[in-house]
């Protein structure tokens, strides 16, 4: 079982529509979660990091935790061409982890006109 | 303020060469690291560097080396190239405010022929 799990997609929305990322994990002392958006050909760019259960918001994203459930995901409202990427999830384990990361291998989502 | 620089951006090896890449942060970061990207792989961590002075394998170290010079620099080494290095590298650094949450530079892409 891989430890952060997305569905690579593509996912496809109409421009203006709510785009919904999904990404489970399956370390229960999973502490810190990230979510980050790579254009083609770019590199990682963080956009949205959550550490408790419940919503962050952000603009137009919106990060929800659940860690019952060990599940996280983004939401993007009225979502834009130019939102079309791949979304990477991001979990930092136990503290004896330290400051590494374990990413998900990401979700591409395509913003249709 | 350029945050993680990475040089060089593009680079051909023939197998069996040996090449450094480089990379810089100017965020007085006290971690860096060091991924690959391979296509379905996601991003893969090869070594990483807690601290000044530190260094530690990551899930595919092998056929690499690192050094951190000081606080700012952290090199990935290939000593012998072999085609199945071909990827793209990026580094990234953590430490700030929120300790987890890492910054990416804009990566090397890395063909071995």
């Known amino acids: 079982q891989k430890e952060v799990e997305q569905n690579s997609g593509p996912l496809s929305v109409p421009e203006g529509a709510i785009a919904s990322l999904n990404c489970t994990y399956s370390d229960r002392g999973s502490q810190s979660f990230f979510w980050y958006r790579q254009y083609s050909g770019k590199s990682p760019e963080l956009i949205m990091s959550i550490y408790s259960n419940g919503d962050k918001e952000d603009g137009r994203f919106t990060a929800q935790l659940n860690k019952a459930s060990q599940y996280v995901s983004l939401l993007i409202r009225d979502s834009q061409p130019s939102d079309s990427a791949t979304y990477l999830c991001?979990?930092?384990?136990?503290?004896?982890?330290?400051?590494?990361?374990?990413f998900g291998t990401g979700t591409q989502l395509k913003v249709e006109l | 303020n350029a945050g993680v620089t990475q040089t060089p951006k593009f680079q051909v090896l023939k197998t069996g060469q040996s090449m450094t890449l480089q990379c810089a942060q100017d965020?007085?970061?006290?971690?860096m690291y060091w991924y690959r990207q391979d296509p379905g792989m996601g991003l893969r961590l090869i070594y990483y560097?807690?601290?000044?002075?530190?260094?530690d394998k990551g899930e595919v170290p092998n056929g690499y080396n690192v050094s951190r010079l000081n606080k700012r620099e952290f090199s990935l080494r290939l000593e012998s190239a072999a085609p199945s290095q071909t990827s793209v590298y990026f580094c990234?650094?953590?430490?700030?405010?929120?300790?987890?949450?890492?910054?990416f530079g804009p990566g090397t892409r890395l063909t071995v022929t």
């Open positions: 990234a650094s953590s430490g700030g405010t929120v300790a987890y949450e890492q910054y």
């Open positions: 560097s807690a601290s000044e002075g530190t260094t």
């Open positions: 991001a979990v930092n384990s136990r503290p004896g982890g330290g400051n590494k990361l374990t």
């Open positions: 965020m007085n970061h006290n971690s």
